[in-house]
């Protein structure tokens, strides 16, 4: 008969936003103690009102946790609360070593940014584990998320059961690092592939072709990214709640220079990603959903991106 895994201790959750707080709200329904804090109340108060057990500080959430989940929006905001919460865990242990204490940063965070911040927590006697994911807000609430992993063997085998029981797949990339390398190159190819499918069909538009008829035919002959494959149909709708801004993506972008200057590696893709991302904030388009890129390439282009339905014949 097959071992039961271990069963998972106290939980702590810092950073209850779109993916932070579905994720969260799933533990929770799972059964599980966690102690949750965010910088806002409101957010505290509907995983409390849920089973969640409310703290009012990152150090609280460390005194009461055994593991914490951690979801910011950036590198920053990662090593403020990693700092906030190494210190209260080692003032709640006293002498005692941290073996049994365990952050787990889901932010997208840049990889040395994750090294340093693993390195003193290491020292301490605590272990940090990256798991950057995708799949949005949807995929946070239903599970459907892929987490990316860095760290220890050890301590990653620890906590990738759970991690299995919020998405539909886990990782192991290498080290602690490589699980954000492993993030932003996704986020590379998933933002250029989308950026580049609209450039084409400003292009077309721009010339007097159908869209419709275009991306038939791009599809047809293999020539499509994974935009015209499964978003382009959502061209129309402008306007959603964020789900990932446009200013995120600008800020994913920069750490994929910043990670690609690190290693040697010119990205000019990349770069010219960057450039793009942030004439969409320069906009005013910073606080959109990504999916409103197209407005970008729109105001870039001077020219409207319309698809007609499938069934609808071309005008004229």
Not at 97 to 122: C, M
Not at 208 to 214: I, P, Q
């Amino acid at each position: 008969m097959a071992e039961s895994a271990p069963p998972v201790p106290r939980l702590g959750f810092v950073g209850l936003g779109n993916i932070g707080g579905g994720i969260c709200a799933n533990l929770v329904a799972d059964g599980h103690e966690v102690s949750v804090y965010d910088l806002d109340p409101a957010r505290v108060d509907a995983l409390a009102q849920a089973g969640a057990h409310p703290a009012r500080s990152v150090a609280e959430v460390a005194d009461a946790a055994a593991w914490t989940f951690v979801s910011v929006p950036s590198p920053a905001d990662m090593e403020a609360v990693a700092a906030e919460w190494l210190d209260a865990a080692v003032v709640a242990a006293g002498p005692a070593v941290l073996a049994d204490k365990i952050l787990v940063d889901l932010t997208t965070n840049a990889p040395a940014v994750v090294r340093a911040v693993g390195s003193r927590i290491e020292a301490a006697g605590a272990a940090l584990v990256e798991a950057p994911v995708t799949g949005g807000a949807v995929g946070a609430r239903n599970r459907q998320l892929v987490f990316i992993v860095g760290g220890d063997e050890r301590v990653v085998s620890q906590v990738e059961p759970l991690l299995g029981t919020l998405g539909r797949a886990v990782f192991r990339m290498g080290p602690l690092g490589s699980g954000n390398v492993g993030k932003l190159v996704n986020s590379l190819l998933a933002f250029t592939t989308m950026w580049v499918s609209l450039e084409g069909m400003a292009l077309a538009a721009k010339s007097g072709v159908d869209l419709r008829t275009l991306v038939e035919m791009v599809r047809t002959s293999g020539g499509a990214a994974s935009y015209l494959d499964r978003r382009v149909e959502e061209i129309a709708t402008r306007g959603r709640p964020a789900a990932f801004s446009l200013d995120l993506a600008a800020k994913d972008a920069g750490l994929m220079l910043d990670a690609g200057r690190d290693t040697g590696v010119p990205l000019p893709v990349a770069s010219a990603l960057h450039q793009m991302l942030s004439f969409a904030r320069a906009q005013g388009l910073g606080g959109r959903d990504i999916s409103d890129l197209v407005e970008v390439a729109e105001r870039a282009a001077q020219v409207e991106l319309v698809l007609r339905p499938p069934e609808a014949p071309p005008e004229g």
